[in-house]
Nanobody, 124 residues
Framework: QVRLVESGGGLVQAGDSLRLSCAASGRTSDTYSGAWFRQAPGKEREFVAS????????YYGDSVKGRFTISRDNAKNTVYLQMNSLKPEDTADYSC?????????????????WGQGTQVTVSS
């Protein structure tokens, strides 16, 4: 069992940056790939980014390519999401997710372990 805790969300202005963190605890000695998803009010959950266990493979949703960067520090059991050039449409609840295995996935159904989320609000 893995427990995930996100942090780093907040209220920012358009054009600002934020870095989200997802700290894992519990059974973290296994090989995990990680991902970030987001959900805005009244909208479906959206894939943001994912990363393989060794960090060699990363994937991004089309709406964040070139602005967001996912990374990880396995020594700290933490996955990060650096968000630059934030837009009002990035406003959402951001959740991290982990799955056993090295390959990163883009489907939320592939991830059985989820954090509770952190709110990001971008004002215009």
């Amino acid at each position: 069992q893995v427990r995930l805790v996100e942090s780093g969300g907040g209220l920012v202005q358009a054009g600002d940056s934020l870095r989200l963190s997802c700290a894992a605890s519990g059974r973290t000695s296994d090989t995990y790939s990680g991902a970030w998803f987001r959900q805005a009010p009244g909208k479906e959950r959206e894939f943001v980014a994912s990363i393989s266990h060794n960090g060699g493979s990363t994937y991004y949703g089309d709406s964040v390519k070139g602005r967001f960067t996912i990374s990880r520090d396995n020594a700290k059991n933490t996955v990060y999401l650096q968000m630059n050039s934030l837009k009002p449409e990035d406003t959402a609840d951001y959740s991290c997710a982990l799955r056993l295995g090295d390959d990163a996935r883009i489907s939320a159904k592939s991830y059985p372990n989820w954090g509770q989320g952190t709110q990001v609000t971008v004002s215009s």
